[in-house]
């Protein structure tokens, strides 16, 4: 073997090394880094020479640097990410909806509706007393305000839904574009042998926030480029990204690919909860409510119109509810400018206070498909305390999965630094080993030229 080819070897062992080295340093230096994956450097025998009928060997050379990335875990973490913001946004939601009902305290329904009834309980005792009717006048105002304020609440809720809906499918579309770009970008550097392992990692992690947003799937085509699906619609690949827009369509909150006919199908992701909430939930709370509010209104109008006033003259026919429009529950306002205009006596008598004990008798009544009042208003607050417990235990469920995929991940893409430091001396060694020999070539060089 020439000395030429010592020389050609060791230098080439020198440039192989060198390289290893600063992919060590990538390495460590980005080992805080959460999005980032371990790059691992391949080597491999460089292509050997036959001469003189002798295979002659040419050192060693770098046949790739790979990520260190398992797509199984990718695409586990995937799904739950999307299982995980879905259930943890609807928490937060249905715990916003329980703060608006407040329950149980002195200011919720519930109690101010048992307030009102025994309002009408005291005025039957004594039932030309001003004091206990203007009583009966301030607990149906103290209800009427806090039903009216549930429902104005609930709408309001609705609509920062809305405006949080529009503004992540904005989102969603920004993060299309971007992975576009990147497919992009990585399909022409590897194709003019540029580095793409960062711009991967990159692209991963814009996948991973897409998966907090809405259900994705992930598929690599023969150039890995990602093919993105959102609900079975194609998404962005690396010819182009689909642009989804927020609809509304009677009454329920729709992502669908723009100018496209049909809606996305939603399962997963802030935007499925955002939708769910918006379209199911506030309504099916909303509709009880309703429910329990007009039975109200029906059973005491059709006790309170059948009696007589105290006025001069006597009236009688009178709703003491003008009606539950808009979410707003009235009191008749005849009554709150006179209280005297409160008809409780069934024969116009002086002293009889007949119907103010049918209507306190009323919270008993099965008014609601068997049930009370209160029945039918606590199965509502049961089933929103259900509905934010139910999702608070995916919630934690899922964190749980998250946690121990993330654990897995990184003990497979994560980058060890005590790792990465034995890899620094084991190339370091080599360098050196390299170099070594280029001298003791140019030495054996020195000795043939001194003989001449």
Request: charged share 20%.
């Amino acid at each position: 073997m020439a000395l030429t080819k010592i020389f050609d070897i060791s230098s080439r062992s020198l440039s192989v090394y060198r390289k290893a080295l600063e992919v060590t340093s990538h390495n460590i230096v980005n080992s805080a880094n959460p999005n980032y994956s371990r790059q691992r450097v391949m080597f491999e025998t460089e292509t050997s020479n036959l001469t003189a009928g002798l295979v002659w060997g040419n050192g060693v050379k770098i046949a790739d640097v790979s990520r260190v990335r398992d797509r199984l875990v990718d695409a586990h973490i995937l799904g739950t990410n999307q299982k995980f913001s879905d259930s943890n946004k609807q928490s937060q939601l249905v715990g916003d909806i329980e703060k608006i009902f407040s329950e149980p305290s002195d200011l919720g329904i519930s109690n101010l509706m048992t307030t009102f009834f025994n309002s009408f309980n005291e005025l039957a005792v004594t039932p030309n007393s001003v004091p206990l009717r203007t009583n009966v006048l301030n607990a149906a105002n103290n209800l009427s305000a806090k039903v009216t304020t549930v429902n104005q609440s609930l709408t309001t809720l609705k609509g920062d839904i809305k405006q949080e809906f529009q503004q992540k499918v904005t989102a969603v579309n920004s993060l299309l574009k971007q992975i576009h770009q990147i497919n992009y970008e990585q399909y022409s550097n590897s194709y003019n042998g540029v580095p793409v392992n960062d711009l991967l990692d990159k692209r991963d992690a814009l996948v991973d926030e897409l998966s907090n947003l809405v259900n994705v799937s992930v598929v690599y085509d023969d150039n890995n480029s990602a093919v993105v699906s959102i609900g079975g619609a194609l998404a962005v690949d690396r010819m182009h990204a689909a642009e989804f827009v927020a609809e509304e369509v009677n009454g329920k909150l729709n992502l669908k690919v723009k100018d496209g006919a049909y809606p996305v199908v939603l399962t997963g992701g802030e935007l499925n909860a955002l939708s769910q909430v918006y379209s199911k939930k506030i309504p099916d709370y909303q509709q009880k409510l309703d429910a329990v509010i007009n039975n109200l209104i029906e059973a005491v109008n059709s006790e309170h119109a059948n009696g007589y006033t105290i006025t001069d003259p006597q009236e009688t026919g009178l709703n003491f509810f003008d009606g539950y429009e808009n979410g707003e529950l009235k009191v008749n306002a005849e009554l709150n400018d006179d209280p005297n205009k409160i008809a409780i006596s069934s024969d116009g008598t002086e002293g009889n206070g007949e119907i103010a004990l049918r209507i306190a008798q009323l919270t008993d009544a099965k008014l609601i498909n068997g049930n009370t009042l209160q029945e039918s208003y606590s199965s509502l607050i049961n089933k929103l305390g259900n509905d934010g417990m139910l999702q608070d235990n995916y919630t934690q469920a899922n964190q749980m999965v998250l946690d121990e995929l993330g654990q897995l991940k990184a003990s497979q893409s994560g980058v060890s630094v005590d790792e990465e430091m034995t890899n620094v001396l084991k190339f370091q060694r080599t360098y050196e080993a390299s170099a070594k020999l280029i001298t003791i070539a140019d030495e054996m060089l020195q000795t043939i030229l001194n003989m001449v």
